[in-house]
Nanobody, 126 residues
Framework: VQLQASGGGLVQAGGSLRLSCAAS????????MGWFRQAPGKERDLVAA????????GYADSVKGRFTISRDNAKNTVYLQMNSLIPEDTAVYYC????????????????????WGQGTQVTVSS
């Protein structure tokens, strides 16, 4: 599967952005998806993950209550709605995919993912 992330940009603190990740192929509904981010000099960390059905999801503690992951399997797209952005959210955001063992499984470790998009830059100014 090929992944194309978009929607990044420059936003003021307190603002919102919605990232999209479009996937190729006809089996998108069988993949669990995740959003990760990497700031300069830091590791790539999980932001949010969602099961293949969209029925379950998990979030990093730092974004709980501010970010929402969702997916539209009919459109082969996963989204990350980011609200109440803070400068610490500044990073390159990557979407990732892996085959799911069941419809409710999601995965928090970047090593679990086989496919990665190219990344989209999010910059939050103070």
């Amino acid at each position: 599967v090929q992944l194309q992330a978009s929607g990044g940009g420059l936003v003021q603190a307190g603002g919102s952005l919605r990232l999209s990740c479009a996937a190729s192929g006809r089996t998108f509904g069988s993949y669990a998806m995740g959003w990760f981010r990497q700031a300069p000099g830091k590791e790539r960390d999980l932001v949010a993950a969602v099961s293949s059905s969209g029925g379950s999801a998990g979030y990093a503690d730092s974004v709980k209550g501010r970010f929402t992951i969702s997916r539209d399997n009919a459109k082969n797209t996963v989204y990350l709605q980011m609200n109440s952005l803070i400068p610490e959210d500044t990073a390159v955001y990557y979407c990732a995919a892996r085959g799911a063992v069941n419809s409710l499984a999601y995965y928090n470790d970047r090593k679990d993912y086989n496919y990665w998009g190219q990344g989209t830059q999010v910059t939050v100014s103070s």
